[in-house]
């Protein structure tokens, strides 16, 4: 199979580029010649360090070494993004609040809201709408936005 797809033409040998490039892998430090015996590590527990950086590295939350720069950075997208959703939902707020008044002033209020928000059900032959509810969800409406301004503001502190 090697032969037929000619892979010895079509890719390069890791061994060509390790021989020519040996000395990148040799420690400088190592004398072969003043070591004869076989390295053997101490495994008593007081020797033993956990590698925090090895074996926790999927997990998610706040490493002890981890640089605070690289918190605060994370925190400040973060809060940016939370800041930007914050602004979109105010606008999805205020332009629902748009649509419900447009509605309301033409009294077409049942082609916008169904029946669970509004209270009533949908009949053709029923033109009034009780304005008590649509104030009801008006106020639900600024006090949804009034909440989201509030968030943003307590997460800037």
């Not at 010895?8 to 070591?35: I, R």
């Not at 090895?54 to 993004?81: K, N, W």
Request: aromatic residues 8%.
């Amino acid at each position: 199979e090697r032969q037929e797809l000619k892979l010895s033409e079509k890719t390069f040998s890791l061994w060509g580029f390790l021989t020519n490039s040996a000395d990148e892998f040799v420690n400088p430090l190592y004398d072969h010649a003043s070591k004869t015996e076989v390295l053997r590590p101490s495994v008593s527990p007081q020797n033993i360090r956990f590698w925090r950086g090895l074996y926790c590295r999927f997990e998610v939350g706040t490493h002890p070494r981890e640089p605070v720069i690289d918190l605060l950075t994370l925190t400040q997208l973060h809060t940016a993004s939370l800041e930007d959703h914050a602004k979109h939902l105010s606008k999805r707020v205020d332009g629902l609040r748009s649509l419900i008044s447009t509605a309301k002033a033409s009294g077409a209020v049942k082609k916008f809201l169904p029946s669970a928000v509004t209270g009533m059900a949908v009949k053709q032959d029923v033109e009034e709408v009780n304005d008590s509810e649509l104030e009801k969800v008006e106020k639900r409406f600024v006090e949804l936005k009034t909440a989201l301004v509030e968030k943003c503001q307590s997460s800037k502190m």
